[in-house]
């Protein structure tokens, strides 16, 4: 079985339609859980109206737990997950058919390589930038949010490089993450970090949904390379604070699963954690030497002038 875990919040707009595209999938035996996290608008009703309509292929988790964000939502419905695979789904976008039929092509091979389905596996795919009415928009490959892919565990603890809606993690994955705390930055970056130390990810460039884009969603269709997208970044004190956010997210990790984990994710982890203690040029040699580099030259100079 693949549970995909759908999380809205006043998502009524495209509700609909992401639902449709989710129950077209060809795989076989897949069910939608969906919870809400305190809508105002119609997303519950129509929640509620599926699944009715498709009893056993939708399901509502309805509780008291208000939990203020994405990735609270997503982790709490992964505690509702029996299936041995599992994907993400936002509620604005679109699935083409064979969505979880591929990925689970891909994760099955990859869980083959790695060494059997007891180890944790993440797989992730692509997506096609699509305007409100899904037509295409033309952004640069390079020009995105996340034009190239690094999987090592050194890569992924200051920067995120797996999508959630376009991944499928196994049942040895699902099982690992375990609950959200606020140290976590998005549910998807944890689960990437979690297989990365533990198991192994792979990704894979087949196109498989629209990323839909409109006023409230335009995570994805940034051009990084511009100038002013780049002196955003630099007036942005968020920006400059974000390697504390980094950190306190390794120290969830390596409280989580530093025990377990192989011997060469345990230093790669220990290693980041030792940078704070260092004098400044000390931290900057740790970056470059121990690969805790980002994806691009421009973050990289940012990076290493504010860590």
Same mark, same amino acid.
């Given at each position: 079985?693949i549970d ?15 639902l449709?595209?989710?129950?077209a ?5 897949v069910?939608v ?6 809508s105002t ?8 109206e599926?699944a009715?309509?498709?009893p056993?292929k939708?399901?509502?988790?309805e !509780?008291?737990?208000h939990?203020?964000?994405?990735a609270?939502? %997503?982790m709490?419905i992964?505690?509702h997950?029996?299936?041995?695979y599992?994907? %993400?789904s936002?509620q604005? !976008?679109?699935?083409?058919p064979?969505?979880?039929?591929? +990925?689970?092509?891909v ?5 083959r390589?790695?060494g ?7 797989a992730f ?5 699509v305007?409100?009415r ?7 490959k390079g020009?995105?949010?996340i034009?190239? %892919?690094?999987v090592?565990? @050194?890569?992924?603890?200051v920067?995120n ?5 376009t991944?499928?993690?196994?049942r040895?994955?699902?099982r ?6 606020p ?11 979690c ?7 792979v990704?894979?460039p ?6 839909r884009?409109?006023?409230? @969603?335009?995570?994805?269709a ?6 002013a997208?780049?002196?955003d970044?630099?007036r942005d004190?968020a920006a ?13 990790l390596?409280?989580r ?15 980041f ?6 004098g400044?040029f000390?931290? +900057?040699h740790r ?16 990076f290493?002038?504010w860590?």
């Amino acid at each position: 079985m693949i549970d995909i875990c759908l999380a809205t919040y006043n998502g009524e707009r495209y509700l609909a339609q992401q639902l449709d595209s989710l129950l077209a999938q060809t795989a076989s035996d897949v069910r939608v859980l969906a919870r809400d996290d305190g809508s105002t608008d119609a997303t519950v009703a129509i929640l509620h109206e599926y699944a009715g309509r498709y009893p056993g292929k939708v399901t509502l988790i309805e !509780d008291d737990v208000h939990c203020g964000g994405p990735a609270p939502n %997503f982790m709490e419905i992964m505690k509702h997950s029996t299936a041995d695979y599992v994907m %993400f789904s936002d509620q604005d !976008d679109y699935w083409y058919p064979n969505k979880a039929e591929h +990925m689970l092509r891909v994760t099955r091979r990859q869980e083959r390589h790695a060494g059997g389905s007891d180890v944790p596996v993440l797989a992730f795919g692509d997506y096609r930038v699509v305007d409100a009415r899904l037509q295409p928009i033309e952004v640069a490959k390079g020009h995105l949010q996340i034009d190239k %892919f690094y999987v090592s565990l @050194n890569r992924l603890l200051v920067q995120n490089y797996v999508t959630g809606c376009t991944m499928m993690i196994n049942r040895a994955a699902c099982r690992l993450a375990g609950a959200w705390e606020p140290a976590i930055l998005m549910h998807d970056w944890w689960l990437a970090l979690c297989c990365a130390a533990m198991g192994s990810i792979v990704h894979d460039p087949t196109v498989l949904m629209d990323y839909r884009q409109h006023g409230d @969603n335009d995570v994805g269709a940034k051009d990084v390379k511009s100038w002013a997208y780049r002196l955003d970044r630099l007036r942005d004190p968020a920006a400059r604070s974000s390697s504390r956010d980094y950190l306190r997210q390794a120290q969830a990790l390596y409280e989580r699963l530093g025990d377990a984990m192989p011997d060469g994710s345990r230093r790669t982890l220990e290693r980041f954690l030792e940078i704070p203690r260092l004098g400044k040029f000390a931290r +900057m040699h740790r970056l470059v030497s121990g690969g805790y580099l980002k994806s691009d030259l421009v973050r990289n100079i940012g990076f290493l002038l504010w860590i």
